[in-house]
Nanobody, 122 residues
Framework: QVQLVESGGGLVQAGGSLRLSCAAS????????MGWFRQAPGKEREFVAV????????YYLDSVKGRFTISRDNANYTVTLQMNSLKAEDTAVYYC???????????????WGQGTQVTVSS
């Protein structure tokens, strides 16, 4: 079956960096758009970044542009989210997701990981 497994979350001070990874299995990885979403307590799940099938196009939430970078390795079935200059408002559970089309809404994605906690202390 399809599995998406995130890793790399943790506690970091404001201004610091974290690198999230998502390992995929059970799906034709290069045929799937991959995205990162996040959900803070009491809030809706929010789009963060998405990358195209080949990795030649990516899109970001405005508030993370210039700070976060999404990338993928189709040979190793992984997608990463490099997060720099982290802010307290980036605190959330971060989810990896796979879908068939480039989109920014959760309902467009078919597969989800279990999430990894990112906590940024101010």
């Amino acid at each position: 079956q399809v599995q998406l497994v995130e890793s790399g979350g943790g506690l970091v001070q404001a201004g610091g960096s974290l690198r999230l990874s998502c390992a995929a299995s059970g799906l034709p990885f290069s045929s799937y758009v991959m995205g990162w979403f996040r959900q803070a307590p009491g809030k809706e799940r929010e789009f963060v970044a998405v990358i195209s099938w080949s990795g030649d196009a990516s899109y970001y939430l405005d508030s993370v542009k210039g700070r976060f970078t999404i990338s993928r390795d189709n040979a190793n079935y992984t997608v990463t989210l490099q997060m720099n200059s982290l802010k307290a408002e980036d605190t959330a559970v971060y989810y990896c997701a796979g879908g068939r089309t480039i989109a920014v809404v959760p309902r467009a994605f078919d597969y989800w990981g279990q999430g990894t906690q990112v906590t940024v202390s101010s």
